[in-house]
């Protein structure tokens, strides 16, 4: 048994992760990498950190700036970088939205929208799943829910490509370009948000970014730096997770025909579906947490203030949870992947993101009977924290 190696950012682990998870599970479960920062592979592991409060989330703030040399606008404001009691507050502002009985009414209006995207493209006979179909669907919802104009989604999705690799260049040795862009988005964000913000504070509108002013203008419950980090907070993973849950779960069907063809001949299998492509291969591959004190996990103790990478993607593809999990089975039973997290920061959106991959697939398969990969190399963008496709070409 040889010492592992694993380089996070290769171009090979970004293509295909799931064999050096595997390796790391067997032989290495909690991994101390040469970089810097600690790897957990096993469900039962990853569950501890994602439940155990002594693995915080506050304390990365200050590891980022300490690690940049300065702090990126907005970073620990959002309810995703806090603990409670302000994860608590934050949280309860925009939960109340995104409740499945809430986002279940959205249903007739997702559909339409995916119809008029497919109606786009259907005599084309081909094209890019990501560019025309993953991506700009969740962006008009995630869009229309805050009030933001959907006319600007070229902007943010740029905007939103840079602020996501800018996660990885925080916890990897600094690329600069990659830094660089990454502040330029997060302050370009930051500078739309504000002047939407000043246009919603003179004229309100029956939208979420105007419920949230006026929470912020009642008095204490939300400042307005907390109000921007939200924003940004809910148009970049609102549409983030989705694109790739679409994406990966659409070419993950097409290189398993047999159950491609068991869903298109039984629709009403699509939610179990989709929540076995969320667990073979999801659409958010890591989280990260700092210990506030010593903690042992796994045989090994890990120091107070270091930083830990709970690999979500690792542990949906555990053998000691999921029995063959290398097999994609959209009837899975007791399929309990914690590809939306788990905990107090399990993902505010994953009832719109499942209600949106479930009718984007849907439709995609009863639509295009002849759906098919217009590509043998599909190929990913370099991210340790998000797992999703730069671009999809297929053929109907």
Not at 159 to 164: C, F, H, M, V
Not at 314 to 342: E, K, M, S, V, Y
Request: net charge negative; proline share 7%.
């Amino acid at each position: 048994m040889g010492e592992i190696t694993f380089n996070p950012m290769d171009a090979e682990f970004i293509a295909n992760p799931y064999p050096t998870y595997h390796r790391l599970r067997a032989e290495e479960p909690v991994h101390h990498n040469p970089r810097g920062f600690w790897v957990l592979t096993r469900y039962e592991d990853v569950l501890v950190a994602l439940r155990d409060p002594r693995f915080a989330k506050e304390a990365i703030a200050a590891f980022v700036a300490a690690r940049l040399g300065f702090a990126p606008p907005g970073i620990g404001l959002s309810m995703l970088d806090r603990d409670p009691p302000d994860h608590t507050r934050l949280r309860g502002l925009v939960s109340k939205a995104f409740t499945p009985r809430v986002v279940e009414v959205l249903r007739p209006h997702i559909q339409r929208i995916v119809d008029g995207l497919l109606e786009r493209v259907e005599t084309a006979g081909s094209m890019d799943l990501i560019e025309d179909f993953a991506y700009p669907l969740p962006v008009i919802v995630i869009c229309e829910l805050l009030g933001v104009p959907v006319e600007d989604r070229d902007r943010f999705k740029q905007w939103g490509l840079d602020i996501a690799r800018g996660l990885d260049a925080i916890w990897l040795p600094p690329d600069s370009e990659v830094a660089a862009r990454s502040m330029a988005s997060r302050h370009a964000l930051s500078d739309y948000f504000r002047a939407l913000i000043a246009e919603r504070r003179a004229s309100p509108r029956g939208d979420m970014l105007s419920a949230l002013i006026a929470a912020e203008e009642a008095g204490d419950t939300l400042s307005e730096d907390e109000l921007l980090a939200t924003c940004i907070l809910l148009l970049v993973a609102g549409h983030e997770t989705t694109v790739n849950l679409i994406g990966n779960g659409t070419l993950a069907l097409l290189r398993h025909t047999h159950e491609l063809r068991r869903l298109r001949e039984n629709p009403g299998l699509i939610a179990s579906a989709v929540e076995e492509l969320l667990r073979y291969d999801g659409p958010v591959q890591r989280t990260a947490r700092i210990p506030s004190e010593d903690v042992t996990i796994g045989g090994r103790t890990i120091g107070k203030g270091e930083l830990v990478l709970p690999f979500i993607g690792a542990a949906d593809r555990d053998p000691a949870q999921f029995p063959d999990p290398n097999c994609l089975d959209i009837t899975r039973a007791d399929n309990r992947h914690i590809a939306f997290g788990w905990g107090i920061h399990f993902c505010l959106g994953a009832p719109l993101a499942r209600i949106e991959g479930q009718i984007a697939i849907n439709a995609l398969l009863q639509r295009m009977p002849k759906l098919a990969l217009a590509t043998d190399t599909p190929q990913y963008r370099q991210s340790l924290t998000l797992r999703g496709l730069s671009a999809l070409p297929v053929s109907f």
